[in-house]
């Protein structure tokens, strides 16, 4: 019989993102030098989409400044599945200032740190930010590569059998 919990509510998950806002504003120091190395968020298919707007729209409630917004796809750099013969688009705007810029990465929840290293590979075969940072609302722990979030709205040690469901209502953890 699968059960599942309700981990975060729909407000915690709002306070989270503030928090991780506020933070990424206070950690780059460069709220006033952001023009000549402007701000990007850049959120990862399909999880880290909505996620990162919202994180997009703090951001520049609080900064005051224009942040831009784009997505990235990863499915042909993931290096757990097959790769494909044509590579796909990588789906960044191309308006965006991702060159010489900061760039925050955003996905719903890290484990093994697999498609944050795709994401990576995605923005690097077409860009050269000069910084990134990664940004997640849940690490599971469970890592596989040695890529560790900057911003981390809950630590959620969770079984390997265990899904985490994350979405704008809550986060949710279903047991087998």
């Not at 407000?11 to 950690?27: F, G, K, T």
Request: hydrophobic share 45%; glycine share 6%; net charge neutral.
């Amino acid at each position: 019989m699968a059960r599942s919990s309700t981990v975060l509510d729909e407000a915690e998950v709002e306070r989270m993102i503030a928090r991780m806002a506020h933070e990424i504003l206070e950690r780059l120091q460069r709220v006033q030098s952001l023009k000549s190395n402007p701000l990007s968020v850049i959120g990862i298919r399909t999880g880290g989409v909505w996620l990162g707007r919202r994180l997009c729209e703090r951001l520049v409630e609080y900064a005051k400044l224009e942040i831009a917004f784009s997505e990235v796809s990863i499915s042909s750099f993931r290096d757990d599945r097959p790769r494909t013969a044509v590579v796909d688009a990588v789906g960044i705007d191309q308006r965006l200032p991702v060159e010489q810029g900061v760039v925050i990465l955003v996905d719903d929840v890290i484990q093994s740190g697999r498609t944050a290293r795709a994401a990576l590979e995605a923005i690097l075969s077409s860009y050269r930010p000069e910084l990134i940072q990664l940004a997640v609302l849940v690490d599971r722990g469970h890592r596989e590569l040695p890529i560790c979030p900057d911003y981390v709205g809950k630590n959620l040690p969770s079984a390997l059998s265990e899904y985490v469901a994350v979405t704008p209502h809550g986060v949710t953890i279903h047991r087998a």
